[in-house]
């Protein structure tokens, strides 16, 4: 079973930066595509930035388009999002997950296919 480690949320104001952190536990994280996903409350999990298996592709959702960046380090067994100008609708529990990537109907084309972590939560705010 693929099993991932988020981490690097916290507390932010509007405008700042953070950067978020995905490990694999217990594979290798270089044979898959990987996505971030973020939960708010009261809303349904939606799909925020994904890379393709060789680092070649990258695809964001509207919402975080030019703000976010996700990149990843083989060699870390790493996946990273690093979140520019935040804003107050970015608070959510974000979620990484292993994904088929270019499948979906909307951006950012990517359909998770592994279980979820805990998630690090995200909040935005003054």
């Known amino acids: 079973q693929l099993q991932f480690v988020e981490s690097g949320g916290g507390l932010m104001q509007p405008g700042g930066s953070l950067r978020l952190s995905c490990t694999a536990s217990?594979?290798?994280?270089?044979?898959?595509?990987i996505g971030w996903f973020r939960q708010a409350p009261g809303k349904e999990r939606e799909g925020v930035s994904c890379?393709?298996?060789?680092?070649?592709?990258?695809n964001y959702a509207d919402s975080v388009k030019g703000r976010f960046t996700i990149s990843r380090d083989n060699a870390k067994n790493s996946v990273y999002m690093q979140m520019n100008n935040l804003k107050p609708e970015d608070t959510a529990v974000y979620y990484c997950?292993?994904?088929?990537?270019?499948?979906?109907?909307?951006?950012?084309?990517?359909?998770?296919?592994?279980?979820w972590g805990q998630g690090t939560q995200v909040t935005v705010s003054s």
């Open positions: 890379i393709s298996r060789s680092e070649d592709s990258t």
């Open positions: 997950a292993a994904v088929n990537y270019g499948l979906g109907h909307e951006p950012p084309f990517c359909t998770h296919f592994s279980s």
């Open positions: 217990g594979f290798t994280l270089d044979d898959y595509a």
